[in-house]
Every structure is written in C-alpha cells, then in structure tokens.
C-alpha cells in the first residue's frame, strides 16, 4: 500500500494541488466499511514495482449504475501501455459489479485538451462535464471578510446559521437529511448520469462514526428557517492525519430560501469553525461545476483562485 501511494503522489506531482490524501487516511479509507459504497485501489505491476494506480469508488445505495474514481501512470512508466491496461482493469470491474457507467477526472492547467483528455477519447470517452478546482490562503483571507459579515447580518432575516461539529444535532437530522438528499438535483451536472441521493438519519449516523474512525474531522453549517428546518448546508472537511489542508463538500440552499446571503453566510460559518478548531489549517480547496456562477462567483469573493480545470470523462461500459 506505501508503494500505491508513492506511486499515486508521484504521477500527481506535476498538478498545481496534489489531491493525494495522508498515507494514514488512504490506508483508513480501504479497510474502513463505508454505509455508502466501497473504495477500491489498484496497482499495475511490473515485476515488483508499482508502475500504475488507480482507485475508484463503487456506490451501494445512491447511483448503483456507477463506478468513479482516478487513474495515474508515473512520467516515468508513461506511452508504455500502463494506463489502457489499468483502465481496462477498472472497466471489467465495473462490468463485474454490474455497472453501466464510469466516470474520471483529467485535470488541466488551462480547461483545454491535453495527454489526459486525448488518452481518454481514445478509450472512448467523452466529456461530461468541466469543474474549477479552486484554493484559498485560509488565514489571510479570513482577515477581509468582516464586510460579507454585515451583507449577510443585513439580508438574512429570520433565518438563523448553526455550525455543527463531527454530528449533526438530534434535532436537525431529519430535515438534513431531507435537504442533502436534494443536492444533486440543484447542482449543473453537464452530461454526468447522477441521480438524487437518498440520505436518512441511520445512514447520516453511520456516515458520522465512519469519518471518526478514518480520521476525518467534518464541519457543517446549518441554515435554519423560521420553522425550524434545515434549508441550507455547507461543509468542510480536514484529515487529522494532515490538519493543514481541508476540502470543501457540499454547499446547497434549498430553493424557496434562497436570496438570504445564506450560501455566503453558510461558507463564512465554516471557514471561521475551521479555523477555531483547526489553527495550523492554511489551505482550503473546492471543486465546482464551471456552469455554478452563483457559488463561483461567492468562492471568487472569499478570495478562492482557480488552481486548475477538471474535465470529467464518462463512458458506457
């Protein structure tokens, strides 16, 4: 498995943000059993070297017509047939899981064409979609946000924003699961075959012991209507193994609650947690479909800078 992982890192060097996670929390993610789906890694092998890797991910509940994931060849083991014979690897499993579609990422400097994207038309695949993955300095940042403060103080009425940390509340769960199993619905999803999750409080709470025992610490700011539903989420997530970088998840504003500055005020709520609870943190990184103007245009404000494209892939097995 060490020698999966310096593989991985070593083909993702040349990215502008290597996206690999903690030793420590790969290795947790494989042997940890997810409520969601299994994670599964391959290895390309030439003799008793790693020359290839990949790893997807196979759900279980939400998009069973799925597998998704990576694939990466070290520049060194490149144009010797490494990558097609990993990706058809990944391919027949996902014909023997029963899986109709898969889907990867090739990531880019510039959103245009390159080896990645011509490696993947070769194979048969089309683009499904374009996403920015996008970076901000955390705690220089932080410091220019007490204007968003009174934008939001000004405009959010009734409603109420609550940070919830590692579990959501008894008293919310119902209505968070309600609302995060619209996510994928309201998202811009190009040509991606995704279809609405289905979360409830069981599964949340399985999910919640998942991420504690894999070393994964999870921040949710919750927007509260007058009735006291949740409405609106936003959440961020930090490895312990590596506290010094943490990923944007999902961020939503149920329609009907929208025009508030709850989507902003949602992001300042996780930010300025993320922070309490984790000072040595200096980066945070998101994902969002290019066609998301609404969210670009918040991250834009915080101060997110677009650190590369990705050009999502997807092909009919």
């Known amino acids: ?17 290597d996206p690999t996670l903690p030793f ?30 990949a790893k997807v991910w196979l759900p279980r509940v939400d998009n069973t017509h799925m597998l998704w994931g990576g694939l990466q060849v070290p520049p060194e083991h490149r144009r010797q047939g490494v ?10 499993l996902g014909r023997d899981e029963g899986r109709r579609t898969f889907m990867f990422d090739v990531p880019t400097r510039t959103g245009e064409e390159n080896d990645g994207t011509r490696f993947a038309a070769s194979h048969g695949y089309t683009v499904a979609n374009l996403e920015q993955t996008k970076g901000i300095e955390l ?49 811009p999803l190009g040509d991606l075959e995704l279809e609405e999750l289905d979360w409830t409080a069981d599964r949340l709470r399985r999910e919640e012991a998942r991420r504690a025992e894999v070393g994964a610490d999870q921040l949710d700011a919750l927007a509260i209507a007058p009735d006291g539903s949740v409405v609106g989420v936003s959440n961020l997530e930090v490895f312990v193994a590596d506290p010094s970088r943490a990923h944007v998840g999902i961020t939503m504003v149920l329609p009907g609650h929208r025009g508030h500055a709850l989507g902003l005020g949602l992001k300042l ?10 000072p040595t943190c200096r980066v945070v990184v998101t994902g969002n ?24 892939m997807q092909k009919k097995l």
Not at 33 to 46: I, R
Not at 269 to 278: G, I, S
Not at 289 to 305: K, Q, S, T, V
């Open 83 to 92: 990558g097609s014979a990993v990706l058809s690897a990944v391919e027949q």
């Open 289 to 312: 479909a290019n066609a998301n103007e609404h969210m670009n245009a918040i991250n834009d404000r915080l101060g997110y800078r677009v650190l590369e494209q990705s050009i999502e």
């Open 24 to 53: 420590e929390t790969e290795l947790a993610d494989l042997r940890v059993p997810s409520p969601n789906g299994d994670s599964v890694a391959l290895g390309a092998f030439s003799g008793r070297d790693i020359v290839g890797t």
């Open 1 to 17: 498995m060490r020698d999966w992982w310096t593989a991985t890192k070593a083909a993702r060097a040349e990215r502008a943000l």
């Open 269 to 278: 709520a996780t930010h300025r947690a993320l922070l309490a609870a984790h």
């Open 139 to 187: 705690p220089e940042w932080a410091q220019q946000w007490g204007p968003f403060d009174e934008e939001v103080a000004a405009r959010i009425g009734d409603y109420r924003i609550e940070v919830a940390h590692g579990r959501i509340p008894e008293e919310y769960a119902d209505s968070y699961c309600a609302a995060v199993s619209r996510f994928i619905g309201l998202i």
